[in-house]
């Protein structure tokens, strides 16, 4: 009997202490939407057309899908988005055209790429498609499985048709300095348990993984000020460019790898 009671009282206390725990995280949460806000607003700017137009051959087409990153909330031109620096890099390394999709839209999830996918405009074949998301199902506390696996359903579908696919793995969310502590901490272990989990199934399902924790994370975590844009939440035009270069080798490899014929057409409907 005793030991039951002494059971009771642990177990009570274990629940009151996550009922604390879960108290204090959710008045971070708060602290940190204050503090991001939304100065940026909600809508990337467009830019999608043919860069470099006049490089020899037909345009190559470069689609893009996910998130904020991916549709470049932050940056303040064009050509500063990760999609134009992509598109940019890709046409001054392979000295062809390139024609630039942008899918993605600001505050998706993972679970928002099937319906990007189905947005495709109807005829296109593209011949390459860069994936970044997951920043947005780590603060909504999706489940990681969940998460990894409508990622890797979008890259099989891809693969299906043909298109080289590049994944670019969560952002260590630990580098977003509004975020108040212990939830920064927090929020970063969750992030790189998602980022393991797309590389994973991403790989999987025949996809090329980019880890932008690897390659862009330290400077994003040195550089905060140079890296962020003024929410201190999206990339600036800087943290676009370090992200696109960690992207462009493996984009271009992936273009080879297709053996993309030069002077063929890519049909759009």
Same mark, same amino acid.
């Given at each position: 009997?005793?030991?039951?009671?002494? %059971?009771?009282?642990?177990?009570?206390?274990?629940?009151?202490?996550?009922?604390?725990?879960?108290?204090?995280?959710?008045?971070?949460?708060?602290?940190?939407?204050?503090?991001?806000?939304?100065?940026?607003?909600?809508?990337?700017?467009?830019?999608?057309?043919?860069? /470099?137009?006049?490089?020899? +051959?037909?345009?190559?087409?470069?689609?893009?899908? /996910?998130?904020?990153?991916?549709? /470049? %909330? +932050?940056?303040? !031109?064009?050509?500063?988005?990760?999609?134009?620096?992509?598109?940019?890099?890709?046409?001054? *390394?392979?000295?062809?055209?390139?024609?630039?999709?942008?899918?993605?839209?600001?505050?998706?999830?993972?679970?928002?790429?099937? &319906?990007?996918?189905?947005?495709?405009?109807?005829?296109? !074949?593209?011949?390459?498609?860069?994936?970044?998301?997951? +920043?947005?199902?780590?603060?909504?506390?999706?489940?990681? *499985? @969940?998460?990894?696996?409508?990622?890797?359903?979008? =890259? !099989?579908?891809?693969?299906?048709?043909?298109?080289?696919?590049?994944? +670019?793995?969560? %952002?260590?969310?630990?580098?977003?300095?509004?975020?108040?502590?212990?939830?920064?901490?927090?929020? /970063?272990?969750?992030?790189? @348990?998602? *980022?393991?989990?797309?590389?994973?199934?991403? *790989?999987?399902?025949?996809?090329?993984? =980019?880890?932008?924790?690897?390659?862009?994370?330290?400077?994003? %975590?040195? @550089?905060?000020?140079?890296?962020?844009?003024?929410? @201190?939440?999206?990339?600036?035009?800087?943290?676009?460019?370090?992200?696109?270069?960690?992207?462009?080798?493996? =984009?271009?490899?992936?273009?080879?790898?297709?053996?993309?014929?030069? &002077?063929?057409?890519?049909?759009?409907?």
């Amino acid at each position: 009997m005793q030991g039951t009671r002494t %059971l009771i009282r642990v177990s009570g206390g274990a629940v009151i202490l996550t009922l604390l725990a879960r108290s204090m995280l959710a008045r971070q949460a708060a602290v940190a939407r204050r503090r991001i806000g939304k100065p940026l607003g909600e809508d990337a700017l467009d830019a999608d057309r043919v860069w /470099g137009a006049r490089r020899r +051959g037909a345009p190559l087409h470069l689609v893009l899908l /996910g998130d904020s990153i991916a549709a /470049g %909330l +932050g940056a303040s !031109r064009p050509k500063e988005t990760l999609g134009g620096r992509l598109a940019k890099g890709i046409s001054r *390394a392979l000295d062809r055209p390139v024609h630039l999709h942008t899918l993605a839209q600001v505050g998706s999830e993972s679970s928002a790429l099937a &319906d990007q996918l189905a947005r495709l405009p109807r005829g296109l !074949r593209p011949d390459a498609a860069v994936i970044v998301v997951g +920043g947005n199902d780590v603060t909504h506390r999706r489940p990681v *499985a @969940r998460s990894a696996a409508h990622l890797a359903e979008a =890259v !099989r579908a891809l693969r299906e048709r043909g298109i080289p696919v590049i994944v +670019g793995t969560c %952002l260590d969310l630990a580098a977003l300095r509004p975020v108040p502590q212990p939830l920064r901490t927090l929020a /970063g272990r969750l992030s790189r @348990r998602l *980022a393991s989990a797309q590389a994973r199934e991403a *790989a999987r399902a025949g996809g090329v993984v =980019v880890s932008l924790r690897a390659t862009v994370g330290p400077v994003f %975590l040195s @550089r905060p000020e140079e890296m962020f844009a003024m929410d @201190r939440f999206h990339p600036s035009a800087a943290g676009y460019r370090r992200t696109a270069e960690a992207f462009i080798p493996a =984009v271009i490899e992936a273009l080879h790898d297709g053996r993309v014929d030069e &002077d063929r057409p890519v049909p759009v409907g």
